[in-house]
């Protein structure tokens, strides 16, 4: 229902009175760029790489307040992971086993570790891990959406497909996959990667 016209009035003389209690808000110094770091680190797990990127938002929202370069987001980054506020391969294996209870596979889980910018040598750190826990990843995915050895009955060809599709999207190996959609209810499911024994469906292996 459109304002009437005294309403609009009173709409825009409040609107006139918030925006005139609004201060602006003040360039960043190195104080206040290590006080909004540390504000960040307390509110939010990270990584170096994702708060130098808040850090730079920061400073292209703000601006820097001295004549100095500010200093480099990196940097600051760094010496808070040195400080122990940021610890990017705890960080990388916390959110592995994270997303593996959620069923997600390698794929996945190594796509978000890049989007949280850890680096090579931590990717290579965590991979060994994230290749243990595949198959109770995979089976993780299939009790949830009752595929395979969690199906009530046997499921047929289109079914079968759509499940497969969905194990794939989860980001888990293709064999894998396969060997678990294909599997009838209540089947036991062989690690082959790691020469493994079977893992019943009811317990992790």
Not at 47 to 73: C, H, Q
Not at 96 to 102: I, L
Not at 127 to 139: G, V
Request: overall charge positive; proline content about 6%; charged content about 35%.
């Amino acid at each position: 229902m459109p304002l009437r016209s005294r309403d609009q009035s009173r709409f825009r003389a409040n609107s006139g009175a918030r925006s005139a209690d609004r201060r602006p808000v003040p360039p960043l110094d190195a104080a206040a760029l290590d006080r909004l770091a540390l504000r960040y680190v307390e509110r939010f797990a990270t990584t170096r790489g994702r708060l130098a990127d808040y850090l730079r938002r920061k400073l292209r929202e703000r601006g820097w307040a001295d004549e100095a370069v500010p200093p480099d987001p990196e940097g600051v980054a760094g010496r808070m992971a040195t400080l122990g506020y940021v610890d990017d391969r705890a960080y990388g294996e916390g959110k592995a086993a994270a997303m593996a209870r959620r069923g997600l596979g390698a794929r996945r889980v190594g796509g978000a570790l890049r989007a949280a910018r850890l680096d090579a040598d931590d990717l290579e750190a965590i991979a060994p891990e994230i290749a243990d826990r595949a198959l109770d990843a995979a089976l993780a995915l299939a009790r949830r959406r009752r595929i395979g050895p969690y199906a009530a009955e046997l499921a047929d060809r289109p079914l079968r497909e759509r499940q497969l599709a969905a194990m794939l999207r989860a980001g888990h190996e293709l064999g894998l996959s396969r060997r678990i959609v294909g599997a009838a209810p209540g089947d036991l499911i062989r690690d082959a990667a790691h020469g493994s024994g079977d893992c019943d469906v009811d317990e992790p292996c």
